[in-house]
């Protein structure tokens, strides 16, 4: 039982340039979300999903885009990359119905130049 | 707008007293608050949560306390162990809009 796996782990972009992040999780969960974390700014929500085929907006969308075609993946792209997109990426997941806890990915540290 | 604020970046204490983490937050639609920890170069791990129905929840060393009136949340760690040092999260959960909303993180040192 993997739980939620992020990859790539570390990516190097250049402005301009477009990148897809994939999340997967083996544990039937409905709904998955993205996070970034950047130092004094905690973790904020870019987009999220709960249930397959549907996304919404969090806190901080733009210049993110993301799908969910499958249950188990859910992918954050970025069509364009920005420096201000430096940043560690985290997918989280949890059940649809029950216990309200979010389980993590490992992250994913992503840099633009 | 800030949701969510834990408003010490950092917090020392000596090993086996007490860890004290507060924050708060300004949505009184959140129903559920969750606290998390996380180590360098790792995910956020769940910690304890607490339904905003309670005032109390207790799970061995950690005590998390809720104070719907003030809209304050804070996780206690008594004793503190070294290994408690880490960034510790409070997230608040809408259930009507499936959100979490994430405080900014203190980052906890227990000195041996």
């Known amino acids: 039982n993997a739980g939620v796996t992020q990859t790539p782990k570390f990516r190097v972009l250049k402005t301009g340039q477009s990148m897809t992040l994939l999340c997967a999780q083996d544990?039937?969960?409905?709904?998955m979300y993205w996070y970034r974390q950047d130092p004094g700014m905690g973790l904020r929500l870019i987009h999220y999903?709960?249930?397959?085929?549907?996304?919404a907006k969090g806190e901080v969308p733009d210049g993110y885009n993301v799908s969910r075609l499958k249950k188990q993946n859910f992918l954050l792209g970025l069509e364009s990359a920005a420096p201000s997109q430096t940043s560690v990426y985290f997918c989280?997941?949890?059940?649809?119905?029950?216990?309200?806890?979010?389980?993590f990915g490992a992250g994913s540290r992503l840099t633009v130049l | 707008d800030q949701q969510v604020k834990q408003n010490s970046p950092s917090l020392s204490v000596q090993e086996g007293r007490i860890s004290i983490l507060n924050c708060d937050y300004t949505?009184?639609?959140?129903?559920?608050f969750l606290w998390y920890k996380k180590y360098p170069a790792e995910g956020p791990t769940f910690l304890i949560s607490?339904?905003?129905?309670?005032d109390k929840n207790e799970d061995g060393r950690f005590t998390v306390f809720l104070n719907k009136s003030a809209k304050h949340l804070s996780l206690h760690i008594v004793p503190s162990q070294p290994g408690d040092s880490a960034v510790y999260f409070c997230?608040?959960?809408?259930?009507?809009?499936?959100?979490?909303?994430f405080g900014t993180g203190t980052r906890l040192k227990v000195l041996a």
């Open positions: 989280a997941s949890r059940t649809g119905a029950g216990a309200n806890v979010l389980t």
């Open positions: 544990m039937n969960h409905e709904y």
């Open positions: 999903s709960v249930g397959e085929g549907t996304t």
């Open positions: 949505n009184s639609m959140f129903d559920y």
């Open positions: 607490i339904s905003s129905i309670k």
């Open positions: 997230a608040a959960y809408n259930s009507g809009t499936y959100k979490y909303i």
